[in-house]
């Protein structure tokens, strides 16, 4: 069964730094371009980042651009969304999902084949 499996979310003062981390098992990552969304209380799911499976280009929503960085590390099947200077706002569920097409498809939630559970990041003081 194909599997993405999220990682490294928790509590983090505002301005604080988590790195999260989102592995394949039963397929290989290098194939398929990665996409990170977050779904806060009360509101719609929305895309983050992305990080094409060629090239390889990333793709980072204007919230978050500048201090969230995603990566991927194709030997240990792992995609990071490494984040810092943490807000209030960026309090959510964070989930990733794997895609056949490029990020401009992954972001439009189009051709996502497998979808991690997510894990919670809460930001407060």
């Known amino acids: 069964q194909l599997q993405l499996v999220e990682s490294g979310g928790g509590l983090v003062q505002p301005g604080g730094s988590l790195r999260l981390s989102c592995a394949a098992s039963e397929f290989t990552l290098d194939y398929y371009a990665i996409g990170w969304f977050r779904q806060a209380p009360g509101k719609e799911r929305e895309g983050v980042s992305c990080i094409s499976s060629r090239d390889p280009s990333t793709y980072y929503a204007d919230s978050v651009k500048g201090r969230f960085t995603i990566s991927r590390d194709n030997a240990k099947n792992t995609v990071y969304l490494q984040m810092n200077s943490l807000k209030p706002e960026d309090t959510a569920v964070y989930y990733c999902?794997?895609?056949?097409?490029?990020?401009?498809?992954?972001?439009?939630?189009?051709?996502?084949?497998?979808w991690g559970q997510g894990t919670l990041v809460t930001v407060s003081s």
């Open positions: 999902a794997a895609g056949s097409g490029s990020c401009t498809l992954v972001m439009g939630y189009r051709y996502l084949e497998v």
